[in-house]
């Protein structure tokens, strides 16, 4: 049974920064991609970033473009949500994906991913 475990959530002041990891774990995945998706109060879920099986591609939705960077650690089966300059927009839960047939362009589709962590919620406010 794959197992995404999201953390690195919190509460965080605008203009200010957080960090997500997801650890991938009980697996025999090979070369999946992984991405963050976010649901805010209300809404649908939404893509935020992916990284394809190889690290070397990322993908960002125009809302975070220059602020979020996406990473990953393959040998530690690990990937990273760098945050910055956080706006109380980005007000969500957090939830991590992973999946061996995502690719580009559809890597940016939930349908894409069968494997999903349980979420960590961002909250940015004064």
């Known amino acids: 049974q794959v197992q995404l475990v999201e953390s690195g959530g919190g509460l965080e002041q605008p203009g200010g920064s957080l960090r997500l990891s997801c650890v991938v774990s009980r697996h025999t995945l090979t070369n999946y991609a992984m991405a963050w998706f976010r649901q805010a109060p209300g809404k649908d879920r939404e893509f935020v970033a992916a990284v394809s099986w190889s690290g070397i591609n990322t993908y960002y939705a125009d809302s975070v473009k220059g602020r979020f960077t996406m990473s990953r650690d393959k040998a530690k089966n690990t990937a990273y949500l760098q945050m910055n300059s956080l706006k109380s927009e980005d007000t969500a839960i957090y939830y991590c994906?992973?999946?061996?047939?995502?690719?580009?362009?559809?890597?940016?589709?939930?349908?894409?991913?069968?494997?999903w962590g349980q979420g960590t919620q961002v909250t940015v406010s004064s």
């Open positions: 994906a992973a999946d061996e047939g995502a690719r580009n362009p559809a890597i940016r589709q939930a349908y894409e991913y069968r494997y």
